[in-house]
């Protein structure tokens, strides 16, 4: 198989197992937390080339479970309101908490969102835009963001 084709099957493998392609949630990462992506890939505990590999495609899935887990609880304290904010400071001290955490992952453990963090984000997302501009903003992401559609409708809903 030539390699672009590698490739486009790794990211389709990875929008079914992840959601999206990994090189879009990494990517998000690295803006939140203002880091390169070997500091990134650092805090998650993989190296800066198989990370690099895993968001060009030319891997299809983390293979360490703790790794996916801290990139999870990255993406969760992105939602938290002083990391919010964008405070250097609330920025390194949620990354050394990634950084420093031992998660007791497996099979059935890998921890999942479960719908809980919502109410952290949906406080921040009324302040920046009316209810109704929410569910707006959601029916514009439509299909190609549907998670994030889906959080935008919930936060508009006022549930």
Do not use: C
Request: hydrophobic share 45%; charged share 30%; net charge neutral.
């Amino acid at each position: 198989m030539e390699d672009h084709k590698i490739v486009q099957r790794n990211l389709a493998l990875q929008r079914e197992w992840y959601g999206e392609p990994l090189g879009d949630r990494v990517r998000r990462l690295v803006v939140a937390f203002n880091v390169s992506q070997a500091q990134l890939a650092d805090v998650l505990g993989i190296s800066a080339p198989m990370l690099s590999q895993v968001m060009s495609g030319r891997r299809a899935k983390i293979g360490n479970p703790s790794v996916l887990a801290r990139m999870i609880m990255l993406e969760r304290k992105v939602l938290t309101p002083d990391v919010a904010t964008g405070e250097p400071a609330a920025l390194q001290r949620a990354l050394d908490d990634v950084r420093d955490s031992k998660p007791m992952v497996g099979r059935d453990s890998l921890p999942v969102d479960d719908g809980s963090d919502d109410a952290l984000a949906f406080p921040t997302l009324r302040r920046v835009a009316s209810r109704e501009e929410l569910v707006q903003a959601a029916d514009m992401l439509g299909d190609d963001f549907p998670a994030l559609a889906a959080l935008l409708r919930r936060a508009g809903r006022g549930r």
